[in-house]
């Protein structure tokens, strides 16, 4: 079964430079995450979608990201512009949907952003 | 408001040595923990949970966790260190009310001395 894909695995860019990162998720995963993991702390959800619908986004800087997740299936997150604070690792997680049970996430390797 | 402590960022132990990684954790219901690892360059995988069944979790790889819900706390454990161990352990917590909600730990990178 192939795991969640994540590209790029590295991005380095200019600060005020928009980027966008793209996540495949494990086949028939209703429920996809995007977390960010500054160097040196655990990773902290960004946003949480449910098929095509989000579900929590309260941590999102929404001035300057964005996510979508077309179709239900694969999910891009952008950053524009960018800044220094945003150099982080940035995972993305799947997993199936059951209301009653915990839903073991699965986890991409991650994109590496550095912003200069 | 749920939470979850780390004592100490980095751990090293000798290869063949008892691996021990402290978790504390804050929760007002009953808590779903986890231990989840992560090697360099990897994403995260989930080492073992605790879901309110028994206290004594074992996981992949050797490790085996406890849940002390007096002590508030869910230290990892492997009696063997093996130098592939090596890697960045998080703590994490979510509960029954939001099971998807997982709130992560700052992590303990594990050295492991030949």
């Known amino acids: 079964e192939a795991g969640v894909a994540q590209s790029p695995r590295y991005k380095i860019i200019e600060k005020r430079q928009s980027v966008a990162f793209w996540c495949n998720p494990i086949s028939g995963h209703a429920t996809l995450y995007w977390y960010q993991q500054i160097l040196g702390q655990g990773p902290k959800l960004l946003i949480q979608f449910q098929n095509n619908g989000v579900v929590d986004d309260s941590q999102l800087p929404k001035d300057r990201f964005s996510a979508e997740r077309l179709k239900g299936v694969d999910s891009t997150l952008k950053i524009q512009p960018a800044k220094l604070e945003d150099s982080a690792v940035y995972l993305c997680a799947s997993s199936l949907w059951r209301s009653d049970t915990y839903n073991e996430q699965f986890f991409g390797p991650g994109t590496r952003l550095t912003v200069l | 408001a749920q939470s979850v402590t780390q004592l100490g960022s980095h751990v090293s132990v000798s290869e063949g040595a008892l691996v021990l990684l402290r978790c504390n954790y804050s929760?007002?219901?009953?808590?779903?923990l986890f231990w989840y690892v992560q090697y360099p360059n990897q994403g995260l995988q989930l080492l073992l949970k605790?879901?309110?069944?028994?206290?004594l979790v074992k996981g992949i790889n050797g490790f085996e966790a406890e849940f002390k819900k007096s002590e508030t706390s869910f230290h990892l454990t492997k009696p063997s260190a093996h130098m592939s161990d090596a890697a960045e352990y998080f703590c994490?917590?979510?509960?029954?009310?939001?099971?998807?909600?997982?709130?992560f730990g700052p992590g303990t990178s594990l050295s492991v001395i030949p």
């Open positions: 929760s007002s219901v009953p808590p779903y």
């Open positions: 605790y879901t309110s069944a028994a206290t």
């Open positions: 994490a917590v979510s509960d029954k009310t939001s099971y998807d909600k997982v709130i």
